[in-house]
Every structure is written in C-alpha cells, then in structure tokens.
C-alpha cells in the first residue's frame, strides 16, 4: 500500500523559511508525480508545485514562483519543498500526493494523499 508522510511545517514570521519532505513508500510505479498541495481555511484545496518522477519537470503555482522550489532525492524516495521568502497567505495545511502521471498539477490526478502538515506564518 502506497504511503505518504509530511514533515516539516510549523510556524514562522513572515520572511521566513521552511523546508517540507515528502517521504513516499509502498509503491513501485516507474512513471510517477509527486505533487504539493495547501488548503487554507474556506478555501479549495489548490496545486503548490509539482514535480515528474522521470524527467524532474515541476510546476508552481504563480504565487509562490520565485520563493518555492522542489526537489527530489531518488535514493530516498523524497520530495522536498523549500519555502523561503514566506507571506501569511501562505498559511494551510499542506498535503503531499501520488499521481501516476505527470498530467497536471490539480488534486483530480492524484491518487495518495499524506496526512498533512501545518505551516502558519505570522508575525
């Protein structure tokens, strides 16, 4: 069974940095995305950033452009999301999932979904 864990979130002042991991497990999937997702209070749950198993092609969401990057370690089955330069807009709940392509980066081609991990950013 396909497992996903999140670390990494908590809080920090605007300015700040965080860095989230993905650590993925129970699957063998040759051709796979890892994406990053956030849902804040009273709003849709919305694509961060994802990234291709094969080629490392990522998507970010504007927003965040310029201030996210993500990354993998393929040894350790492990998506990284570095986040600098955070804002209080910031603030959810951030997921990360398992879709079996590199389609899009919207929850509807995800398949496995994490826990979830806080990040709020507040001065």
């Known amino acids: 069974q396909v497992q996903l864990v999140e670390s990494g979130g908590g809080l920090v002042q605007p300015g700040g940095s965080l860095r989230l991991s993905c650590a993925a497990s129970?699957?063998?999937?040759?051709?796979?995305?890892i994406g990053w997702f956030r849902q804040a209070p009273g709003k849709e749950r919305e694509g961060v950033s994802c990234?291709?198993?094969?080629?490392?092609?990522?998507y970010y969401e504007d927003s965040v452009k310029g201030r996210f990057t993500v990354s993998r370690d393929n040894a350790k089955n492990t998506v990284y999301l570095q986040m600098n330069s955070l804002k209080p807009e910031d603030t959810a709940v951030y997921y990360c999932?398992?879709?079996?392509?590199?389609?899009?980066?919207?929850?509807?081609?995800?398949?496995?979904w994490g826990q979830g991990t806080q990040v709020s950013v507040s001065s």
């Open positions: 999932a398992l879709g079996l392509e590199f389609s899009s980066c919207t929850k509807e081609e995800y398949d496995y």
């Open positions: 129970g699957f063998t999937y040759d051709y796979y995305a």
């Open positions: 990234i291709s198993s094969t080629d490392g092609s990522t």
